[in-house]
Every structure is written in C-alpha cells, then in structure tokens.
C-alpha cells in the first residue's frame, strides 16, 4: 500500500511535471532546433519498433531520415543528429531537475533509516543507552574523488540548481527561462578541466550544499540524542578529497596543485563561516558580544584574502567561547542556540572542511624509492637488492635527500609533495592531510616504501603525522591482504608509527578494480572475507581498524544500495567508520542538494549504528551459507574468468563500443587508462572507462556476468532451494542479488540485436546475452519477482522513464559506431558524434559509471 502511494505521488510530481515542462521545449528559441521537439517521438518509435524487430541502428536510423525527413545530404543528416544530441541532454536536465525537487515528498522522515526512525527503533527496542554508547566512537565519511563519470560543466550544474528550485515553487515563468538559458549554454567542456578545475566544482557543493546540511544533521542528532551526560563528538560526520591530491595516473596532479587546492579548502570553508556570521550578527546585536563577534569577523577577513594572515581552528572557537560568556552572563543567554550552531560548525570542519588525501600507485613509488636508493648507496647493481632491504636501509640510514638533486620530474615531484604536508597540516590543521594511500597495494615493501620516502626527505619519526593507508584493488591484493597486514603489525617500525597514530590503521578496499578483475559476485565475496581476515588480525594486535571502501556508482563498481549492503555486514566485520567514495553523478543525484545529502548521510549513519546495536540474525553467515556464497562466487569468477580470457574480450570493447572515445573527452583530467601509449591491455584499462563502455552498449556485464552460470549449476544438482534459503535468511547474499537485478534493469540487449550476425564479433555477443538471460531468468526464479526491481516502484519508474529519453540518443550512438567502421571521409564527425552522445547516455542513467 506504502509503495502504491508512493508510485502515484511520483506520477503527479515527477511524470506529470516532466510532461507539461517538457512541453515548453517546442517553444523555446534554440538555434536551428525549433523543429526537434515534433521530430523526437518519431525517433524513439523507429527505434522501440525497430528493436522489437530485431533491426540495427543503421537500418532504424536511415528509416527516420526516409520517413520523416527530406534531407538528401549526409552533412544535413549528421547535423539534425548533432541537434537532437543537444536536445535530449537538455531533457536529461529537466527530468534530474523535476525528480530533486520532488525528492522531499517522495521520502518520509518516518523512512526506515532516518534519525527518527533510528531514534524510535531505539525507543522501542530498549536500545537507547547502546545508540548513545555506540555514537560516542562511530562515524561516518564520505570522500570526494574526481573520477570523471559526471559530464556537466559547472555553468550546467549550477543552471540544474536553480532549476530543481523554480521547479519546487512551480515557478512556470522561471523555468521558462532558465530553459531558454540551457538552450544556450554549452554542454561541452572546451578544454580538458584541470585538477583544479575539478576540485573547485566539488567545493562548489561543499560550499553551497555540505556546510548547512551536514551542520543541519549534526544539530539534529544532538537534539534527538543528547543527553545532560551525553554529548556528540563533532567528527561525527566527515568529509575527505581527493582532487589535487589523487596522483595515481594523473600526471597532472603535481604538488603545486596539491598545495592550491588545499589552499582553497581553507579558503573556502572561511569564506563560509564569514558569511554566517555575518547572518548571525544579526541576531547577536548585544554590546560586548557585537564587538567581540565583529572583531572575528575582521579575523576571517584578513584570513581569506591576506596570505600571510592566519588563523587556527583554536583562534575562532576562543573567540565564540568569549561571545558566549558575555551572552550567557549578562543577555540571560539570548539566541545561544544560534551561537552554539556556529561553533559546531567551526568544530565539524576546522580549517581544512574537507581532509584532502595523497593518492599514488604503489609501482610508481617503487621507481622513486630505487632512485633514491641508487642516490644514497651508489649501489653498482641495484636488481641485486631485495625490495624489502631497500627500504629497510633507506629508513636507517637517516640520509636526507633533496628534490632539486633529482632530474626525473616524477620523483622530484613526489618528494616535494612529501615536504609540503607540513605546510599544509600547519595552514589547515592535522585533518586537513592525514593520510597517503598506496594503490595497487600487494606487499609489505608497499607501505613501508611510504614511510622510508618521508624519511629520506627529513621527517624524524615523531614528525611523521600522516597515516599510511594500504589500497588492496586486486584477487591477489585481497588475497595477500591478511599476511601483509600481519607482517607490518609485526614490523617494529611500523608498530611504533602506529602508536603514534593512535593505533588506527586505515585500509582501503577497491571494489572498481576487484569487480573488473574478478566479477561481480566473487569480488564482493572476497572483499567480505577480506575485511573479516583483517578485522580478527587487527584485534589481535591491538589495532582499531577502519576499513574505506572505494566505490563507484553503479553495482558494478561497488554501488547499487548502499545503506542496504553496509547494514547487512556482520559482527564478523569492524564497524568503527563507514567510509567510501563518491564521485560524479553519485555527488549529483545522491548527495546534490541539502535534503537528498541529509537523508542520505543519515541512511549511512543508521546502518552503521543498525549493525551494533541491533538484533538481526539475517546478518551473521553461518558455515553453510558461507560455503554456498564461496561456491557460487568461485563457479561465477570461473565463468567470467573465461570470458577475460576470450581472444574478443578487448577487441569487442575496443571495436564494438565507446571505449576508444572515454579519453577524447574532455570531462576529467585524468587519461582513461594507465602506462603509455601501445597495444591495450586489459590490466591497464581504468574500472570507469570499463564499466561505462558496457553501460553505453547497454549490456553491464561486470554487474551479472557469471551469476547466472552459478544460480544455474546449483540447480542442476538439486540444490537451488539451498540458494533461496539463502536469499531469505541472509541479508548480504540478497543486497548483492538486488544490486545485480538493478545492473540488469539498465540493460537492453535489442539494441545490439546486429551484432550477433557479426562475423567477428557474434559468437562473442551470443556468450553475453546467453549469460545474461540465464542470470535474469534464475534471479526472478530465486527472489519470487515477476519483473527486476519490483520491489522498487520509484527506482524502477526512473529508470524506465531515463531509458526512454535517452533510447533516441542510443540509436545515434550505436548508428555511428557503425558508420565508424566503415571508414568514411567524414569519420571525424561521427566520431565527434559518439563523444557528444556519450554525455547525455552517463547522465541520464546517473549511476553507470
């Protein structure tokens, strides 16, 4: 009945909405475009009949020209093409737009997973001492990376904003212009953004959208919780960045851009408390306090604009504490509540707002630690020497080394990188740069390599306050994870450095890579297991263990529901900190506005506190369900191991989908795969460009491929009713299921119909829609569903109305390709033409990439 209600609430005030503001488009004054809007519906019919017929892009495509069109050239036709490109990006827009600012009405502060609930639960439950025991120590972060899977410019996402608002006053007149203004405004990035360019987007949200959602959340759980003996500690709710400072295959990331952009952490969230203080001197106009609160003001001021001028977290709480002692002695205390909001604020984010993090792959560092090797020791034969001595030697030698002695860039670079954190923890505080985390993390050498770096550059021991964060992405990382762990709690260098840090060791699990490398279901089993080896062998060491999760927004790369699967994880599994990435689209559509960005930290917040405190056998495995999971993940990284191994593999994505173009584009200032130019291999290839390659041929292997094979093998054997008890009393086999079903719901295999002709490529096309019906066939048998997502009317509803905006745009996309291959003397501009549609296909699925 809930859902029933919910479903029409989204049809008055998403499907309605989107009709009758969609309608304002074939009125709109677009160059050459006034026709695009009658032209459209036509398309999409072509192509959902079309595909029903099994026919290809080319053939649908040349029908709508034939049809409804009386251009005779190609240049004419490639044009319209490019103009109804331009025309359903601008749909894509207003549909995100009208569903954001329904997102209130669609979701209830009754939710299961909002503080009330959680609040209620507790209540109920007899649990609110264990909540409030729980929330001493727990948080939750959320780590802002640059990876480019989000295509609007900034000129475009602010347009979104104002947008989403008219659409929540129902402001016809407003929308009808800021339409006309997205007509106008380019969609394209000219220019390939900069690190800097990057960071300075996402501040844009930290700015206009974190400071007061997160300072809203916080003043919410100490109302809900807070006790006369009961307080909340303001790390409650973080946030990390890595833009400027994620060097893993950016070459443009150099430690004068790291610096800049910390620079502007600090400048940013000054400028934030400058302006609320300036609202809040509105209320507090009392004498003594107005002086004390106006000389602040002129602090922060000469903060944000004089170099040299600083100011500490410490300098701006002394002067609210002294504001206060004047209110409360002599104003009976008089908007406290406006004071106190303040220093919260001031608490949560410091001087840093977000903790900027180091990011480099573990192979580079290799190259740098034997060329500081080779300074120090003037060693003849380098190769002679063990990983493990280099950096043993390099850390006892107390040699200190300079950049400027160096000649290749990289390391010269990196060391100076190294020195500058001093700077930067001195301008924006220890939590402002924290942590180096080493991607492609195997060994021990890998860490330590961090620690010998910062010595040879100077650090003493005691000065080294930075945590040094293992990044385990591949089977055999996750594989090594527990032994390598082990070894460095074991090593008494490491042992004392981590002493220093308060014996908390950071690790990082990469579900982008592990999905691309070992299949979905099998490297969400293994990452399971990982966290449950590492957690049993840092309690016996004595280590508090926080595990950070590196997550993308699709299924496929470790996102899908997300509160769902951190509250399915066991007692088996610590439970200090939830943290993981977010990046691009899941910045937009899951944490773009304040309402969306409260709930959704909220959801965060109570699975954390739900897996503590709560009873809920679903969420403990036992041995049975164990080896069931293990079986079903081995049979399926079988299967997809074959596929990997398939001499098409990387020739299908390269020749048969967008995977060539990801890189042309100009939507992130990272190049699309690592090492040089040359024959693509598939350890090279990026999780994103991977993963979005699929999502673009609608066909999202790495979310289901193998599962089905899995399902189909215990079924064989008799043992399917084992799989659905599984199902039903585990509530991380189902997360998993349900988040493979949202991959397959976004998959349309008609639109590739042709390919399975082709002579190269239709033996291989053939293995993946086999496997894919298998999978959809058997988890619809398993879960009891008629259709994928049936129990998510307002997620499926969604989905189904993107896929139709955008099935047009897929038509001309996979029209190209075709084109592509044929070698014409125009190839430029179907090529430009696959680039230009691969914006509005990513944005308007939101999560697939």
Same mark, same amino acid.
């Given at each position: 009945?809930?859902?029933?209600?919910?479903?029409?609430?989204?049809?008055?005030?998403?499907?309605?909405?989107? $009709?009758?503001?969609?309608?304002?488009?074939?009125?709109?004054?677009?160059?050459?475009?006034t026709n695009i809007g009658m032209l459209l519906p036509f398309l999409y019919e072509e192509s959902k009949e079309g595909y029903d017929k099994a026919l290809s892009p080319e053939t649908i495509i040349n029908s709508f020209?034939?049809?409804?069109t009386d251009l005779q050239s190609e240049e004419q036709k490639i044009e319209l093409?490019?103009?109804?490109?331009?025309?359903?990006?601008?749909?894509v827009v207003l549909f995100d737009s009208i569903e954001d600012a329904a997102f209130q009405k669609l979701h209830s502060q009754a939710d299961s997973g909002t503080i009330p609930n959680l609040y209620e639960r507790a209540v109920q439950d007899h649990r609110l001492q264990e909540v409030r025991k729980k929330l001493k120590d727990f948080s939750v972060k959320i780590v802002f990376t640059? #990876?480019?899977?989000?295509?609007?410019?900034?000129?475009?996402?602010?347009?979104?904003?104002?947008?989403?608002?008219?659409?929540?006053?129902?402001?016809?007149?407003?929308?009808?212009?800021?339409? $006309?203004?997205?007509g106008k405004t380019p969609f394209v990035n000219k220019e390939r953004p900069t690190p800097l360019d990057e960071a300075m987007s996402i501040i844009y949200y930290l700015r206009y959208v974190y400071y007061k959602s997160i300072g809203d959340l916080y003043k919410n759980l100490k109302e809900t919780f807070e006790t006369e003996h009961f307080h909340l500690h303001p790390d409650i709710i973080k946030l990390g960045f890595w833009p400027g400072g994620d060097r893993d295959g950016n070459p443009f990331v150099t430690s004068d851009v790291t610096l800049e952009v910390a620079n502007e952490l600090r400048s940013s969230i000054l400028k934030c408390y400058y302006g609320h203080l300036k609202s809040l001197r509105r209320r507090l106009s009392f004498r003594g306090v107005s002086d004390v609160l106006e000389s602040l003001s002129h602090q922060l001021y000469q903060a944000i604009f004089q170099k040299d001028f600083k100011i500490s977290e410490t300098d701006i709480i002394s002067k609210i504490n002294d504001a206060e002692h004047i209110l409360v002695t002599q104003h009976q205390a008089l908007f406290h509540d406006?004071?106190?909001?303040?220093?919260?604020?001031?608490? +949560?984010?410091?001087? #840093?707002?977000?903790?900027?993090?180091?990011?480099?792959?573990?192979?580079?560092? $290799?190259? +740098?630690?034997?060329?500081?090797?080779?300074n120090i020791f003037k060693t003849e034969d380098i190769s002679k020497v063990s990983n493990n001595d280099k950096f043993n030697q390099i850390i006892s030698s107390n040699q200190i080394i300079k950049p400027e002695n160096f000649s290749e860039e990289i390391v010269k670079d990196s060391l100076q990188?190294?020195?500058? +954190?001093?700077?930067?923890?001195?301008?924006?505080?220890?939590?402002?740069?924290?942590?180096?985390i080493i991607s492609n993390s195997d060994e021990v050498k890998d860490v330590m390599n961090v620690y010998a770096m910062m010595k040879a550059c100077g650090?003493?021991?005691?000065?080294?306050?930075?945590?040094?964060?293992?990044?385990?992405?591949?089977?055999?990382?996750?594989?090594?994870?527990?032994?390598?762990?082990?070894?460095?709690?074991?090593?008494?260098?490491?042992?004392? #450095?981590?002493?220093?840090?308060?014996?908390?060791?950071? +690790?990082?699990?990469?579900?982008?890579?592990?999905?691309?490398?070992?299949?979905?279901?099998?490297?969400?089993?293994?990452?399971?297991?990982?966290?449950?080896?590492?957690?049993?062998?840092?309690?016996?060491?004595?280590?508090?263990?926080?595990?950070?999760?590196?997550?993308?927004?699709?299924?496929?790369?470790?996102?899908g529901k997300t509160h769902d699967f951190y509250a399915s994880q066991g007692k088996t599994i610590a439970n200090n900190q939830i943290e993981l990435t977010i990046q691009g689209q899941t910045i937009t559509s899951v944490f773009g506005n304040k309402d969306q960005a409260k709930y959704n930290f909220e959801q965060l917040l109570s699975a954390g506190i739900e897996n503590d405190v709560f009873e809920n056998s679903k969420k403990e495995l036992s041995k049975r369900e164990r080896d069931l999971i293990n079986e079903l993940s081995t049979i399926s990284f079988e299967k997809y191991s074959q596929l990997k191994s398939h001499?098409?593999?990387?020739?299908?994505?390269?020749?048969?989908?967008?995977?060539?173009?990801?890189?042309?584009?100009n939507i992130g200032s990272r190049p699309s795969k690592r090492g040089a130019d040359g024959e693509l291999k598939f350890e090279d290839l990026r999780a994103i460009p991977f993963v979005g390659s699929w999502s673009q041929l609608k066909q999202n292997v790495p979310g289901f491929f193998g599962f089905g094979t899995a399902l189909k093998q215990l079924k064989e054997e008799g043992r399917f009713d084992d799989v659905k008890l599984l199902y039903q009393h585990s509530d991380f086999f189902k997360t998993l299921v349900l988040n493979s079903m949202m991959s397959m719901n976004k998959t349309y295999f008609p639109l590739t119909y042709y390919m399975r002709e082709n002579p190269k490529f239709g033996v291989f096309w053939n293995i993946l829609f086999d496997e894919f019906n298998l999978s959809k066939d058997l988890m619809l048998e398993l879960t009891g569903f008629k259709v994928l997502m049936q129990e998510e009317p307002l997620n499926r509803k969604s989905v189904l109305i993107r896929e139709k905006i955008v099935l047009p745009l897929l038509s001309i996309q996979q029209y190209a390709l075709m084109q592509i291959q044929k070698n014409p003397d125009n190839k430029a501009l179907y090529e430009k033409l696959v680039m230009r549609s691969l914006f509005g296909n990513i944005n308007a699925s939101r999560n697939s990439a």
């Open positions: 009945m809930m859902n029933d209600k919910k479903s029409e609430v989204f049809r008055q005030l998403v499907e309605n909405k989107f $009709q009758i503001y969609n309608s304002l488009f074939m009125s709109l004054p677009y160059d050459k475009m020209f034939k049809n409804h093409l490019f103009k109804i490109v331009q025309y359903i990006e601008r749909q640059a #990876h480019p899977t989000q295509f609007y410019p900034n000129a475009v996402q602010r347009i979104i904003h104002d947008l989403r608002d008219a659409i929540q006053n129902d402001s016809v007149t407003q929308i009808d212009v800021l339409l $006309q203004q997205l406006l004071l106190d909001d303040y220093r919260d604020r001031v608490k +949560i984010f410091g001087t #840093h707002f977000a903790t900027l993090d180091i990011r480099q792959d573990s192979r580079v560092h $290799q190259k +740098i630690v034997d060329v500081i090797y080779q990188n190294i020195l500058n +954190i001093t700077k930067i923890q001195e301008q924006n505080g220890e939590r402002g740069l924290h942590r180096y650090y003493q021991d005691t000065d080294i306050k930075m945590d040094i964060v293992p990044l385990f992405e591949t089977m055999d990382g996750l594989d090594n994870s527990e032994s390598v762990m082990r070894e460095l709690y074991e090593n008494p260098i490491y042992a004392e #450095h981590l002493q220093r840090r308060k014996n908390e060791q950071y +690790i990082m699990l990469g579900f982008s890579d592990g999905t691309k490398d070992g299949g979905y279901l099998k490297a969400n089993w293994e990452i399971y297991r990982a966290k449950e080896n590492l957690t049993k062998v840092a309690k016996e060491f004595g280590v508090k263990v926080v595990f950070f999760d590196g997550r993308g927004g699709p299924p496929a790369r470790g996102g001499p098409m593999f990387v020739p299908y994505l390269q020749e048969m989908s967008t995977l060539e173009y990801y890189g042309k584009t």
